[in-house]
């Protein structure tokens, strides 16, 4: 089945402990992104990457970093977790060329528990 | 930059009534809008968007919405409300056009239909 495929589906994390979330999408999309689901503050974005190769800063980028070797895949890094991280984090991925308003197509989420 | 308010963080309403889901966006470019939805447990999907054209726009599940520019508003309709809407809604905006494919989103309302 086509979309986006997200791993783990849930994780706790003692502190300052390294963490990488998975992402990988079949839809051959080339913008993927990465946002944080807190309860009474939505979605915000913690990074982009528009093309294979590309990678940008959203809105809560600090503490994370991401990387994009190829089309398909797009891990989330948490260098050194800490407790605010703790979220519901999901992977999103959109086609950027020819017609389309670029609706974004979602994950099922990744939740994390920071300790 | 762009910005989405959503006026509600919960609406109760009973089976079988209609129901609203208000929307104000600000921003100093033209927008698409979208409107999301998230049931427990699970990622975002699209209920409806507008990109141009008319503004009274359908979407999945009977639900529709309105754009009004002069209001800067994009409110969610349904006539009449089932169990099975329950969830949360998310009202997002991004700038017209390519080259920027990255939505801003609201901080959500959750719809509780009441048997």
């Known amino acids: 089945i086509a979309g986006i495929t997200q791993a783990p589906t849930s994780q706790i994390l003692a502190a300052g402990r390294r963490m990488t979330l998975r992402c990988t999408q079949d839809?051959?999309?080339?913008?993927m992104y990465w946002y944080r689901q807190d309860l009474g503050l939505g979605l915000r974005l913690i990074h982009y990457s528009n093309t294979a190769g590309t990678t940008g800063k959203g809105e809560v980028p600090d503490g994370y970093s991401v990387s994009r070797a190829n089309t398909d895949d797009f891990p989330l890094t948490l260098a050194s977790a800490v407790p605010s991280q703790t979220s519901v984090y999901f992977c999103?991925?959109?086609?950027?060329?020819?017609?389309?308003?670029?609706?974004?197509?979602f994950g099922e989420g990744s939740r994390l528990t920071v300790l | 930059a762009q910005s989405v308010t959503q006026l509600d963080s919960q609406v109760p309403v009973f089976e079988e009534a209609p129901v609203e889901l208000r929307c104000n966006y600000s921003s100093s470019v033209s927008v698409y809008l979208f409107w999301y939805v998230q049931y427990p447990n699970q990622g975002l999907q699209l209920l409806l968007k507008?990109?141009?054209?008319?503004?009274l726009v359908k979407g999945i599940n009977g639900f529709e919405a309105e754009f009004n520019k002069s209001q800067t508003s994009f409110h969610l309709r349904k006539p009449s409300v089932h169990i099975s809407d329950t969830a949360e809604y998310f009202c997002?905006?991004?700038?017209?056009?390519?080259?920027?494919?990255?939505?801003?989103f609201g901080k959500g309302t959750k719809l509780s239909v009441i048997p």
């Open positions: 999103a991925s959109t086609r950027t060329s020819g017609s389309g308003s670029g609706e974004l197509f």
């Open positions: 507008y990109l141009s054209g008319s503004t």
């Open positions: 997002a905006v991004r700038r017209s056009g390519a080259g920027s494919y990255q939505l801003t």
């Open positions: 839809m051959r999309h080339n913008a």
